[in-house]
């Protein structure tokens, strides 16, 4: 799992500065994790995501924003609770859930929102 600064973000999920329609950047399909090192919710979800990013290798990033440290890019999607995450599936726009959910839950997303399209084609 890749932690991303502003740049890589604008680089690799969405450069806000130059679109103000949503235009994803990145090859796959992602799940955007704004996380804090003291929020105890989000200590819960890391392992999840951990195993998540590896049953979905080739299929989805999963990317971790501080939002300690990135406070800017944590301003730009409005995160006020956390854990937050940002599902952003590769042709359509992106969806954010807040709080930790639990592993069906988030694995429920990844085939509903993040792989449907690809369902569609095999």
């Known amino acids: 799992m890749e932690h991303l600064t502003k740049e890589k973000f604008l680089e690799k999920v969405f450069n806000y500065e130059k679109n103000q ?3 994803f950047e990145g090859k796959l399909p992602c799940i955007i994790d704004f996380y804090a ?4 919710p989000c200590k819960i979800v890391a392992p999840i995501l951990e195993e998540l990013s590896e049953e979905y290798e080739g299929k989805i990033n999963i990317y971790k924003v501080d939002t300690e440290a990135e406070r800017e890019l944590s301003a730009a999607f409005g995160i006020r609770n956390i854990p937050s995450m940002l599902f952003c599936p590769a042709d359509a726009q992106p969806q954010m859930a807040v709080g930790a959910l639990p592993k069906e839950t988030l694995v429920q997303v990844i085939e509903d929102v993040l792989l449907k ?3 569609v084609e095999n």
């Open 117 to 119: 399209n690809k369902a």
């Open 21 to 23: 329609e949503w235009k």
């Open 37 to 40: 090192d003291w929020c105890q």
